[in-house]
């Protein structure tokens, strides 16, 4: 993203109908204001011209400097990757829950119910574990604006494929079914431009 090569790199791969969307690992940068940097921005001026989304890497600790991103670049659509990796086995709600509201109050930003059995002890979890944490994403972003995902393979270490979906498949059961649809399905076709039922899904870079 910080490369003065981005333009000519996303012309190119923005030609395969799969390549959907890029993100950055955020949340390896030894700097927390990484984002905020003027060769990242410079960066993340152009996803959009493609048609690009941006996945949202990070921590909690970055929220604050996301909110004041996703206001810069209104036209680039944002998801939050793994609900902003809360503090689950410490049981933490603060200042998670508090930036994740104003961050969902931006319309740009969608978030995937993901990645959430790896920040706790691992395989010693139970669903209920992580109900609260999607309570508070459900009541913030609504069932247009969420997706669900698996995190897989990372996933495998505290779990397997099948039972971490069933976590948000289990959480969902009550709702009606429009909802559950779009939450499994297409809300993702909607915000990354895919087509439902496609054979080989496409992936964000």
Known sequence: MCSPELRGQLERFAKHSKFVGVRHVVHDEPDDEFMVRLDFRRGLAQPHEFGLTYDLLLFTKHLPVT???????????????????????????????????????????????????TETAWNQWKPEDFYSYLDIVFATFGSDRLMIGSDWPVCNLSGDYATVMKIVTDYIAA???????????????????????????????
């Not at 939450?183 to 870079?205: D, R």
């Open 175 to 205: 709702l009606p079914a429009a909802a559950r649809a779009k939450i499994l399905g297409k809300n993702c076709a909607h915000f990354y431009n895919l087509k439902l039922g496609a054979e080989t899904p496409a992936k964000s870079a």
């Open 67 to 117: 909110a004041k991103l996703v206001a810069e670049f209104s036209t680039q659509k944002f998801v939050l990757d793994h609900l902003g990796k809360p503090r689950i086995g410490e049981k933490l709600f603060s200042p998670w829950q508090e930036a994740v509201k104003i961050l969902a109050k931006f319309p740009n930003v969608h978030c995937i119910l993901s990645g959430m059995v």
